[in-house]
Each structure stands twice: as structure tokens, then as C-alpha cells.
């Protein structure tokens, strides 16, 4: 990743002054998937996370990016109905023909800001927030807690995980906290927290 300013919260900064270095190279979506391909270490970490995890029904997916989880839950999760997936990195926006020729379950897709999602109360069975909320303001963060609540069905699973990378490495990274704060902040919200799954801790919580 190349970083040409200081760090801001925006969709405008995250598609002009944080470029993903693999991201010029896809133009089709037999790219995407050589991109993925290359990944074997994070499908490691993925299928165990969602080992003996029920995902069904209609998902949310927080912070998609290159959708790699979309990708690996739409093949190895068959009771997902729909997945819909948002980001604020405008740059992405490319990757949204060749996502949906991988990903026949993609409904909806947005680039825009978490705290306020176009959904009614309610709406999705399961929401995934992998390596997202370090990337946000803490207040953002808060917020965007109380907006997956709000979308989240009663009995619904919300999965969460915070990556840890710090440093001149990780600028992007401005709101790396401990689990316990994240168990902490989610149950405030009104989630239960149900434990944790992999050993780097995928956490879950219901409403």
C-alpha cells in the first residue's frame, strides 16, 4: 500500500491518497480471482473463523474491500440468500462488475458512510465486520455500532474482527483497540456477546 498524505476519515482520501497496490492490476474478474489466489494464508484464518458458524439468510458485509470473505462465504456457506457490502474506499468501486460475476448472491453494493446504510430496520440475518473498524474514528466506530444493531434481526449473528498492525506500516490503522474494549463497546450497544472463534479471535455477537 502507498500512502501519499497524512490519514483521514473519507471516502475521498481512501480512493485518491491510499492506493492498494494490487488493485491497478484487476480488470476483469479472472484477476480478482488470481488476486484471491494468492491469499491462501487468510482463507486459513477464514475457515477458521466460520468453522461450525451458521451464516445464512441475507448478510451485510462492513469494509469489503478486494471481497475475499464474500467470495469464500458465497462458496462455502449455501444458506446465504443475499449478500449486500459496503466500503468507503471509493477506489474500489471498479471491482463491482467483476465481484458480481464471482458473487451471485451480491444484492446490493455501496461506497458510502457506515453510520447511515439505505436499509430498514432489521434486515439482515448476519453482519460481517472483518479488519474495518481499526480503520475508523472512534465516534464513527461508536456509531457505526448502534447502525448494525439497528439493521441486525432479532436472533442475528454480527461476527467482528479488529486487526492489530500498528505503526508507519499501518497509517490507515487509527483505531486499533484490545477485544475487551470491542466486547465492551458492542454489549453497551445491546449485543450479547457469544465468544470467540480462531486464534486470532473472530468475535460474535447476537441481538
Known sequence: MVYREQFEYSGEWYGDSYVEEWLPAINSSEDLLKNYHRQA???????EWFTDVLIKGDVLELGHNDG???WWLNNNTPAITNIDCIDFNESLKKLEGPLRELIPTIRDVWYADCRNINKPDNSYDCITCLDFYEHLPNDVYQESISECFRLLKEGGLMCVYLGKGTGIHHPEHINVIPDEKVIGDMCAKGFAYEGSR?????LLFTK
Open 68 to 70: 475475499k470473505t464474500i
Open 41 to 47: 494464508k487468510y482463507f486459513q484464518r477464514t475457515q
Open 198 to 202: 480462531g486464534r486470532d479471535k473472530m
